[in-house]
Structure formats: C-alpha cells, structure tokens
C-alpha cells in the first residue's frame, strides 16, 4: 500500500494559478503510475491528468490539457499539478492516486485501474 498525502489547495480568483503537491511514501517504490482526479460536489470523480513513475510519459482530460501540467520528482516521490487559469468550473476536491499496475508506455487512467488515494485538497476558484 503506499500512503499519498495532497498540498497546496485553496482559494483562488479566476485566472489565477495553484500547484498541488502529493507526497508518496510506504511502498512507493511499487508505484507505476500517478495520477489526479477531481470531484465537484454532486458530479462523478473524473480523470485530470496521469503520469508514468519511470518515464514520464502523460495524459490529460481534453478540458485541462494546455492548462493543466503533470510533473513528478523520482528523488522525492512526489507528484505535481500545476493549474493555471483556473476557473469557476474547476472547483472540486482534488485526489491524488497511485497505480501498481503496469500499463505498458500510457499512465492508468480510470478510476479502476488506480490503487490508492489521497484525502483530497480543496481547490476553490472564486468569480
């Protein structure tokens, strides 16, 4: 199991930017792919962006790519979202997730192929 804990949550105007931040520990080493997902009060949890532990490689929702970026830090086991021009409609909990499973070349991206999650971090973007 590896434990993911989420920083950097908070309020912010339209247009402006946040980066979360999620910490891995425990059997991070296991870990083939991280991701973030976002739940709006009362929608389904959906997909933001994933990314490969080993390479790299990434994936974004249509509606964030461009705004969205999905970095990671090996030395530190932790994993990025940086958002800019935030809006309204991008208020939600945000989670992050790690997968042990190995997907080939692509990062896990639904919600079943993730393992364990975060508590979440609340990003609120004020009109």
């Known amino acids: 199991q590896v434990q993911l804990v989420e920083s950097g949550g908070g309020l912010v105007q339209t247009g402006g930017s946040l980066r979360l931040s999620c910490a891995a520990s425990?059997?991070?080493?296991?870990?083939?792919?991280m991701g973030w997902f976002r739940q709006a009060p009362g929608k389904e949890r959906e997909i933001v962006a994933g990314?490969?532990?080993?390479?790299?490689?990434?994936t974004y929702a249509d509606s964030m790519k461009g705004r969205f970026t999905i970095s990671r830090d090996n030395a530190k086991n932790t994993v990025y979202l940086k958002m800019n021009n935030l809006q309204p409609e991008d208020t939600a909990v945000y989670y992050c997730?790690?997968?042990?499973?190995?997907?080939?070349?692509?990062?896990?991206?639904?919600?079943?192929?993730?393992?364990?999650w975060g508590q979440g971090t609340q990003v609120t973007v004020s009109s």
């Open positions: 425990g059997r991070a080493f296991s870990v083939y792919s």
């Open positions: 997730t790690g997968s042990m499973r190995n997907y080939g070349l692509r990062p896990a991206q639904r919600i079943e192929e993730y393992d364990d």
């Open positions: 990314i490969t532990w080993i390479i790299g490689r990434t």
